[in-house]
Structures are given as C-alpha cells and as structure tokens.
C-alpha cells in the first residue's frame, strides 16, 4: 500500500476533503494508527483528527506486518517516510533528486531508531512515446512544479530503459512505469515494455 499526498488542485484535493495544508498532518497522525490496527492490536485513539475507542480490524491483513510505502518529494515527505514508512516510491524526479531524498528519509529513520531496506526505494515513472504535447506540458507543470518534464519524462522506450538504468545506478530498484498518456492497446505496451526493458529484471 503506498500513501501520498496527492496533488494540491482540483478534482483531486476536492474528492480528498482535506485541505492541502492539513494532509502531512494528517498522515502523522493517521499512519502509526494504521500500523497498529492492520497488526490486529485493539486500539484506542483521540486525537485531531480521529476519535475512538476499542477498535479492532478483522480480518486483519494476511502479510504480517502489512508493509506501507510514502511518496512525495519536499522534505517533510521524506521525513514522514523515515519516521513511520517501509519503503518510498516518489514520481517526475530525476535519479540524483532521488539519491538525494533517499538521504534524508535515512537520515529521519535513524533519528526514530528505525531502518528501511535498500530494496524498498523505487519510482514510479511516466515515460511517452513521442514528445509532449503542449496541453500535456501544462499537465505536467500542474502536477509537479519546477520539474524539468524532458529530465523526467523519458521519450520512447529505448530512452525509458537508460532513465531506469541510472535509477538502478544509484541504488533504486522498484519501478511503476505507465505511459503518460493513454495507449490503444494495453498488450502492446505490456509487450513493448517487455522487449525494451524486460530484461533489467532480477
């Protein structure tokens, strides 16, 4: 399961109901509680943003523990990820940018007295067939502000395989890859993928 703060405009931050400002505090408050519930362990809670008592969660989940990711970017994320996630999986980022974030997140784990496997850091990318639109720059823009789309939105798949492999350089290895923009044939992309980047599996 992977929680992230998701993005600070409309549709989305309506369909959420919770004020941009207010969701880190959220997530601070609401992901101990949820590892304690998905352990099965009765709980009682009163705090700003939930109140109750003697909860209990069953069937609890069959993975024990049941692992949860964060993504996000700025450095109260990467905070929040060190201090109660179990691995991280941020987007439109460049592999340095992640190196750099992978750092801070230790930094906060080992301040909490916790540890975070070197497996558990990925990245979710979106990569294009042919350049970006102009509309599909703006989305991007409104998506993720002051990143570079032609750093983080590899074009092609040849160019999507040497985005992955300077992930891999710098220590990442879980990948999200979806094309950025809608595909007519979803066998064919699985295909693509497979032939271009299958291989980088292990």
């Known amino acids: 399961v992977t929680f992230v703060p998701g993005l600070a405009h409309s549709p989305e931050v309506d369909a959420v109901g919770v004020p941009t400002a207010e969701k880190g505090l959220v997530m601070d408050e609401v992901l101990p509680l949820l590892r304690r519930l998905w352990s099965g362990e009765q709980v009682s809670h009163h705090g700003d943003v939930a109140t109750f008592d003697d909860v209990v969660v069953s069937p609890k989940p069959t993975q024990q523990?049941?692992?949860?990711?964060?993504?996000?970017?700025?450095?109260?994320?990467?905070?929040?990820?060190?201090?109660?996630?179990?691995?991280?999986?941020?987007?439109?980022?460049?592999?340095?940018?992640?190196?750099?974030?992978?750092?801070?997140?230790?930094?906060?784990?080992?301040?909490?007295?916790?540890?975070?496997?070197?497996?558990?850091?990925?990245?979710?990318?979106?990569?294009?067939?042919?350049?970006?639109?102009?509309?599909?720059?703006?989305?991007?823009?409104?998506?993720?502000?002051?990143a570079d789309p032609e750093r983080v939105v590899p074009v092609g798949i040849d160019a999507l395989r040497d985005h992955l492999e300077r992930f891999i350089d710098v220590g990442f290895s879980k990948f999200v890859v979806r094309p950025f923009q809608p595909t007519s044939s979803l066998r064919g992309e699985l295909e693509a993928l497979a032939d271009g980047v299958g291989d980088l599996q292990n």
């Open 65 to 146: 523990p049941l692992e949860f990711w964060t993504g996000g970017m700025v450095r109260s994320a990467l905070r929040r990820c060190g201090r109660f996630a179990d691995g991280w999986l941020p987007s439109a980022c460049t592999p340095d940018e992640a190196a750099e974030g992978r750092e801070v997140i230790h930094e906060a784990a080992d301040e909490a007295g916790r540890t975070i496997s070197a497996e558990h850091f990925g990245v979710s990318i979106a990569y294009a067939h042919a350049p970006l639109s102009p509309s599909a720059l703006q989305a991007f823009s409104a998506s993720r502000r002051g």
